[in-house]
DNA sequence: GTGGTCTAGACCACC
DNA sequence: GTGGTCTAGACCACG
């Protein structure tokens, strides 16, 4: 099974967190459905070109925070994530990343109609290219 | 000269870069004059309770971004800081974190009307609150 | 034939374990009798739903231990276990659940009357309600 | 610092859940105090003889678990333990022991009062020893 | 000096 | 085949 997860050669951010980033984001978005059979960490290593302990510290992480469940010998699922927890988790990314943007505005004391006024751009701009 | 910056110990955000993006706002935001003469290093680590070493390199980097100029045996003080600069700096600043926001937004499939409108009531209250 | 095997998807003891530890209860402690026909090792799969290799180890492993026999063609039998083998066994199997209890005692430094009186308490409300 | 852990070169359970294991109950028992300097991880995995990694990845467990605090740079301290955390976790992991072992004693049909007898009299010996 | 990340590669246990 | 543990060693970021 193919993930499409991108890694940012460039980034400062850590290989393992982009990788968890990306993947917590398909399987509480829904995008990777519940009990589904992940790669194997070998096999995504491959994918990805990184090393298999990369692979593996992602699939752990996530196991600790129950998006994951792993049985050696067969492999890592998917395990089953409340609908609330997406709701929850869609929220809170979204508002923390709404709130620092707006700390930024206010610290370099930005008028308040001129920041909605870039936001609303900018959005336009990226939800076009994204369709 | 007391200099008003505030370090988070429980942040996983380095010493130094949260000094310097607070020393940064307050000299771009010409909270600061220019001219003025800055705590020797070995002052203001005692302030901030932190190493000299850490103080150091805000100074460094901020003198190679070309906001202060150390003079051997004086101390370090603030340039001049153009209007340009600081309308650069407040764009640049800006417009990265409402880029990020919409990058958050996208990743879980927020829509495009509901970022807005999210974005908008958190400005209105922020703002708010901070007049 | 129906062996009351109860496997725990989620629990992080490996499954030929679960498996194992059950059976040999069942025999030592005479609910299979001696000379009982066992389910061939693909039915017995089908049952618990696992891999036939699961169950291979684990008719591999009990023969070892003596307390199976298994001839080629016919299928796998339950051997005769002496009486001795069971006193040793329980004797054994105790034993070694109750050291381990006593050293969980002792790694958190609970006193050694309220370990024992804990110990009864759970002893007496077990005992009760398995009757 | 002197950190007292034993390594089990035996033992089937990994060196790494050996170590946490120790280090969580001299931490939540009060042993090393709130606030502490642990050794570094490459000062640890020489006493231990282990690899750094080994240590890196004990502190890293018990920062997820809220026991340790590290700062990169400085080193890795001990947080602040709520009272209460230490009663739970002594209450949880005795319990725990206790009724698996009550539950050995039931699964090979061992007498109630036999069973506490033998447990009496472990407890005494190990406690002996321990003092 | 400290911790943080990543690699390659080995060996084991499980299915 | 799968995951689980451990190693040695490198390089970077931080104080």
Chains 1, 2, 3, 4 share one sequence.
């Not at 492999?75 to 929850?88: L, R, W």
Request: overall charge negative; proline content about 3%.
């Amino acid at each position: 099974m193919w993930i499409p997860v991108q890694i940012n050669e460039n980034s400062p951010e850590p290989l393992y967190h982009q990788i968890e980033t990306q993947l917590r984001s398909l399987i509480i978005g829904g995008s990777i459905a519940e009990g589904t059979l992940l790669p194997s960490i070998r096999e995504f290593a491959g994918d990805l070109k990184c090393s298999v302990i990369t692979v593996r510290r992602v699939y752990q992480d996530l196991e600790n925070e129950g998006l994951l469940r792993t049985r050696q010998g067969t492999g890592t699922f998917v395990s089953h994530v409340g609908d609330g927890a997406m709701e929850t988790y869609k929220q809170e990314t979204v508002r923390k990343a709404l709130e620092s943007a707006v700390d930024a505005g206010l610290s370099v004391q930005c008028g308040e109609e001129e920041l909605i006024a870039l936001f609303t751009e900018i959005v336009r701009s990226k939800y076009k290219k994204n369709n």
